[in-house]
């Protein structure tokens, strides 16, 4: 997938967008979306995409983009709260080379502990809902009002 592709309204960020396919929400207004990744590199591994479509941060509206970000802070910090991890990376992938695999523009909030390895980016178990709905449950309390 090239980096100047048409934006596929099939993808499975917006499929979620659309509420075909289920996700573990942590946050949402009318412009963003936030939910736990199914495949998590660590517990509390979230993402926050906004809600109108761009593949990648290349081709997103300033204004949407500036939101997101702002958004992406907040959820860290409440990431931050819930989880107590040691760091937190935080990532964005543009285009296939670079890592990207799912082409609607998100941010990863990937929470690192020092006893615990990181898990394979885009790769391994899908995790358990439950346990997913119940970590976004955690964060979304440490959220301000
Ligand atoms: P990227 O590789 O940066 O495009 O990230 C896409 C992310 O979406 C990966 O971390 C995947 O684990 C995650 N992912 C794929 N399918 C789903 C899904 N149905 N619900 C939540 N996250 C997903």
Redesign the pocket.
């Known amino acids: 997938m090239s980096l100047n592709g048409t934006y596929d309204p099939d993808n ?1 960020f917006a499929k ?1 967008l659309r509420g075909e ?1 289920p ?1 573990a929400a942590v946050y949402e207004d009318d412009h963003i979306l936030s ?1 736990m ?3 998590p590199q660590s517990k509390g591994h979230t ?1 926050v995409i906004p809600k109108v479509p761009s593949r990648n941060l290349l081709d997103t509206d300033p204004d949407i983009l500036a939101r997101v970000t702002a958004q992406t802070q907040i959820i860290t910090r409440a990431v931050h709260e819930a989880f107590e991890p040691d760091g937190i990376t935080i990532t964005q ?1 543009n285009g296939a080379p670079a ?4 082409f609607h523009l ?1 941010f ?1 909030i990937i929470p690192r502990y020092t006893d615990s390895a990181l898990g394979a ?2 790769g391994g178990q899908m995790a358990d809902f439950e346990e997913l709905t119940a970590q976004a449950a955690k964060i979304r309390q440490k959220l301000p009002e």
Not at 99 to 102: L, N
Request: cysteine-free; overall charge negative; proline content about 0%.
């Open positions: 499975i979620i396919i996700s939910f990744d199914a495949f993402l992938f890592g990207q695999t799912v998100h990863h980016h885009a």
